[in-house]
């Protein structure tokens, strides 16, 4: 199974608009893959708190259907990394998966919103409930960003099935550590798969931490970013997850 990454710069000054057609075309160089994840509200910047409410869109807004279009004519998975979702009178930190024909198959808001020098939590709506989607490879969980520091959401989606982790992010440099950790052990102790997504660059004077990273059941990171814009590309072997499973089986002994 052929996956990737695409780790984005966030520039100030660049619009949406001029954003989303740049990282469509480096979707376009991945024809052939099966599995694509981008960072979190990338779009838009995380920081560009000021922007949030002024480019939110509905479910079925113009990001998520221009990259069901790309999924569709690239025939692969495509993780879309999260926008700001427009629900009513609620905004949300909204990630999106598409299948090979460029169907969604799943929308999972943000649990946990972010509040350390953050107005995120002010101005969002967390999400309700672990979101695990049943794809071709099996059944994989979606999370965000500051989610990752919350072990207990991704017990709750190994009980629901999931096999691989897709987690999108846009996390600091200044926490980088936390984030490398973080990315191996939940892989580790879940005996999944993870893939993340994280954004580079300086925006509103954050400078983010990248580093995206594939992670093996056995908590091995056998693909990872640095701190510049670029894709990881690695091919992992689903069969890895039972094998380990049934070889090392920690799952079968908890207690709790």
């Known amino acids: 199974m052929k996956v990737a990454s695409i780790q984005v710069e966030i520039k100030d000054g660049e ?34 708190f000021d922007n949030y409410i002024k480019e939110a869109e509905t479910i079925n807004g113009s ?61 969002l709506t967390p999400g309700e409930k672990p979101i695990v989607v049943q794809t071709e490879f099996g059944k994989v969980g979606l999370s965000t ?18 096999k691989i982790f897709l987690v999108t992010s846009a996390w600091p440099h200044q926490r980088l550590e936390h984030w490398k950790i973080l990315n191996v052990v939940r892989a580790l102790e879940n005996q999944c798969f993870l893939i993340s997504s994280n954004c580079v660059g300086t925006t509103r004077n954050v400078l983010m931490g990248g580093h995206s990273q594939v992670v093996d059941p056995w908590g091995t ?30 799952l079968k002994h908890r207690v709790l």
């Open 221 to 250: 990171v056998i693909a990872s970013a640095g701190e510049f814009e670029t894709i990881v590309k690695t091919e992992i072997n689903l069969d890895q997850i039972d094998y380990i499973r049934e070889m090392f089986p920690q």
């Open 63 to 123: 990001f998520v259907q221009f990259f069901s279009e790309k999924a569709r004519k690239l025939g692969a998975y495509v993780h879309a990394g999260s926008f700001v979702e427009k629900e009513g009178s609620k905004y949300y930190n909204t990630s999106v998966l598409f299948n090979r024909e460029g169907k969604l198959i799943g929308k999972s808001r943000k649990i946990h919103l972010f509040r350390y020098g953050s107005a995120e939590g002010e101005i």
């Open 15 to 48: 619009t949406k608009e001029e954003r989303i057609i740049r990282v469509g075309q480096k979707l376009d160089e991945l024809e052939g893959y099966d599995l694509i994840i981008l960072p979190e509200i990338w779009a838009t910047g995380y920081f560009s």
């Open 145 to 162: 960003c500051y989610d990752l520091r919350f072990p207990e959401l991704y017990r709750s989606q190994v009980d629901q099935g999931a």
